[in-house]
């Protein structure tokens, strides 16, 4: 059983992780975790703190000579920038006589409802466990769940298919392979592979930047080599499906969520949405299509997972939103703290990482082992057998 | 905590639930949870199955004199057409030797999965808990949520926005109140709240139909009545918009879903999104806006929570999709089990008490208190101070 | 992952557990389950409930022909009694005008406490609940776990080590195999295995019923057969004797748990505690002593698991302890409901089943695999790697 | 919902512990957490690691000015040592050419157990983690809890019952107050209250050194001002003595847990186990005995909890028992780590700062609230509702 808790505060000394469950043995690279983090980092249309802070993992325990001990893996993520805050978000001590505190509730964040659930009388308290800022420990569990799947030869890529009203004509990218698809997608700025319209959303963020507006957008995430069998229809909180789907619409901002044909199956006739299956000595079974998403009955079938989700712009604008102060209630414009005109592209590499977690938690279910040596048995076991049952 | 696990097969002697974390002495009437079962069953296109099973639950423990009594709640439906099923779902002795084996998967369902997961030679094992009769114990448990949610004047509705290409116009319901809206779609066959929408929903089915094909669609879920404070952005699992996401896509068929906007945000620029904060002395805190779907920061804001849903049609068409055997290998077209045109009416209805249960389960976290007694004291004395901060 | 929900009241309708997480394809025996319900009513010393209730379980579903489908299995314990209790403990409708509600707490039992913390004023809905009635679902739930621990060769037995201050002479069974103390204790009424001890048991038995008075006992559960790795160090949860002592510790009456020599590890001195490894090219690793009672550092050791839990008197006695009416506050002699001298052997049975359920909660854990045959491959490839290290 | 995580080797960069659902505003000192940090590195015969380690914590996240922020609380503790173990314990890199791998176990650890489980050929991996210096985030996590109960007037005390075969005289030491018998421990050595069995105590401790042996213990934790209602009967997991009795065995070394009159229950007749109930006008409801140890039915009663466990002697010996190499098969006397003749006073303060946190999670789940002021206005409301019933 895999599980974590991330803390850490936007501007706190650090951001901090803790992942349970591992297998032991697994070789972990400190390098790709932070290839991970440094790839959040990017996209076209980022802000000031994407420039102070170039993320680095640091493992505090759980790992030795860059393999897991099957104890848990701790991390940090050092803030730069907590250097700048130390007298507003000291850990200790008390809070200084002229401290600015924050009662101007920015819609569209968790300011007001935190500081009411939470009472608080200044809004930092949430705003700073709130921040994206925090996606970086997500991103960290999840570039060490990736390398896990590795070992399988489990893949995940992720690319942009909307910023704003410009979607990807499907037509342009339907025929590339998942290594096509991946190469384009981080060649591009945007992790757009269709490049006539990574055009016009390079435009659109450039105009929404200049309007003091910001836009969201969709990303996709693709996950090949799963194995048929993760996840089950047994019970809901078994479903892939459903914990995939929690887990994307748990990343700040996203606001809808969708696997394979997603909401267009909603409009096609059964007969198109179904995916025949297909038999040949040779390949085992196979399909046409993929309008699944590659889960069945909460199950995985063996196709390439398929999720997408969608993210909402981000609601810090230049040109504030109306609000109003909680202590002297008077109407006020939103106070704004630095943003990004849009993080689409930086949330399709942390969807992508979520996912990887949530398939490396479902692949730990199913195939147990303390060790990898253990789970590349039990895996191998598996396999031989399903292939057996399809020739 | 509130945890719940549910049990049964589309054939067997029965489904179960039990259910565990509720308060003590809260009124529970089974009358309201068959009447749940009930709403489940209606809508234009359901098919046999419908008709022969009238569900009722049966309490077996943990209510007495229709009250909780604190411990865990068990609750059959009774399958009564288990009967039919003796020989072919006996859950003791051995199996009869004509039994007549499912060795072909059909498209779209956890048949294939299933059995190369579970190694089962006989698909049924499978379909039976895949089942969408096994909604039944779903519905049962978000009615008792439901009942819970009832005592702090929370209510749901739901209604269907899209059937197959058919979506309502939004113009025409956006001005009924949460009470009319409601109504409508009770007295809709296929819940929904435009008439012009609903005959069309209704010809696609009956086209569907007579073509052996099958439609999904889309339903939405309203709340009203939910405190600020419910779910956190502090853990990913604590989101009240990941729960409910992750609920949703739980529900068999269901390919997408999405909160307030959902989607569409990722279309609009930010300053058409966020929803706008005013105060009032008389009002406390506004918006005049409810593009966040009620929950910012993954904690619910005061405003009505609505989450839509998207299902694809029903995987078992009359006219059946291509397959194979997998004893055999030979191609072969899909078996048939009885089927319902469209099923998304049903699916709002599941929907609606899914939610139910993830709200009461992030109620009961919030409040605390082992009895309705010292649920509503507490939920008062907050409620109390939270109208104190915004006044 | 295995997990369980059990409900239920010593009155009500029935007695209901649901448990998830088995693997596909076990064998499952009702007779089995049965026969450890059988056991959990044996034992001198018991009273009138234990006549009328022949405990018989009912798969209500998850099983199919004796065995498991994958699916959760759900079962239901019906209380013969519960048709004298129909106007007492009647799930709906309301409370008849002429019940008698219980507001004299027995001490020693939840009667007060529960009363107080649920804001009860017929205490009766405490104790039905916190009655040992309710034993039989857990025993159920083990009874099921011991069908899988038994298609791995790991075997439970139990027996009584004290009865109020008569102990067994150790030199008496220490040379007794597994399989002769096993025996032993099931045809003893004491489930002694040291037959001048038995004697002496009895007869404090008997005094004590003569008397209007109960005895407690101290009880021992022996596992083998089972594997190295079972549990771990890495978390407190994780650790198998943590899980055992919670377990066992939250079975009724339970005042104590030990593992191997337990208290008595803390007055010898470490060179007379501690295991010694010795290696032999035929047998592997061995020890000559088992004073770690088969748990090293949280994790099972392959050496018989040796548990022991002391069961304080039943607490409702013929001359009944001073106490007082909740409602009226008078002073009182707490009320008699039915009681038995000693329970301690019908405790060995539920600590026996409620250990197993531990160690297979451990073993899927360890293990992994959806079916009972990949589970076995799984198991039989660890063992072969242990061997290989060992030889 | 209250929960942790902890990780750390013994010679890692740092011990790190992130605890999840505290409250809001509480006042959280470090101080106080060093304090307990202290407390456990004391204690007649500690070897060389207490001296050179003087543990501190570092807040990394969670916490603002000395007060929770409802978010995740980060913590860590560096080791000191580690600069002595950087070629040995790296998190990254490749192994040292000339790395000394542990490969002959100790018996009594997690050594063997652990290398096979996890397939080790370095027991370090095991040991490190395994080790009792991961004790000290287990306290912090605790040290933090009791700073929530202190807020409730719950107060937390242990100390030493028996060092090897010398244990206090009751007598002597039962008129001690809690406040007199928290005082004395804490101005003892070996933490023992009766001046007595202390010089005992030490001469034991002295001898075993002098042996190169070691010697164990039983320590007992009392908690006062713990409120009715804590705990359930309802399920097993829910008892609060079935989860005292988990996490007492959970701590390391630890083989035996009582609570109460615990294994003595077993002895004595029913008439002298159960605490009778008296009640006043003035003082409701009260008790002249506590053989149940502030436990009945799983749930706390309102008198003190009283808790027991047992330590074994620590089972690195310098006079080392037989062993052999897990690599040669060559038998050997077990490898020597550092080690304590006793650590039984230190283990009794690691048992109080475990079951803080027990109680506070039990806490928390029955006041729910997300601010501590929150918190105590449900805790009023509750307490006066159970004193205006006991009136």
Redesign the interface.
Known sequence: ?L???????SH???????I?GLP??LPLQ?AAINHQLWRRQQGHGRGYRMKIETDQI?????????KT??????L?VHNKDHKNWLSR???????PDDLARVSK?R????????A?????DDMR??L???SARNTAT?VAVGAIARQLLDVFSISLCSHIV?I??VKVDRDKISALSFEELSARAESSSVRCADPDAEAKMIRVIDQ?KE?G??????FEVIVTGVP??LG??????R?L????????????A??????????E???????L???????D?ARG?Y?QTN???GI???????EPIVVRA??????T?Y?P????D?ET?E?YL?AIERSDACA?PAAAVIGEN?AAYVLAEAF????????I??MK??FA??QA??AE??R
């Open positions: 059983m599980r974590y808790l991330t803390s850490g505060e706190g000394p650090a951001l901090v992780a803790i349970e032991a043995n400190e640091e493992f505090l325990s759980g790992v030795r000579f860059s001990m099957g104890s848990p893996v701790a940090a978000m000291a850990p200790t001590g008390d809070a509730p819609p569209g964040h968790a300011d007001l409802p935190g009411l659930k939470y009472e608080f308290n949430s700073e466990r709130a997500l909307q704003g009203p929404a309007d507006n910001t836009v969201g957008g969709v048929v069998g089950s229809y047994v019970m809901p909180d479903r499906d459903a914990r995939l789907a929690g887990a994307m619409m748990g990343i700040q996203i606001k809808g969520v969708e696997i394979g044909l997603g909401f199956a909603a409009t096609l006739p059964g007969s949405v179904h995916d025949a299956l297909f038999h000595p079974v399909r309008g699944a998403g069945e009955g909460g199950i995985s079938n063996g969608a993210m909402k712009p981000i609601p604008l040109k939103l109306p609000s109003f909680l209630k109407a939103a689409a979520v730990c279910e199913k195939f147990g082992g303390d060790s040596e253990e048995r039990n076991s598996y057998r399903v049952r399809l």
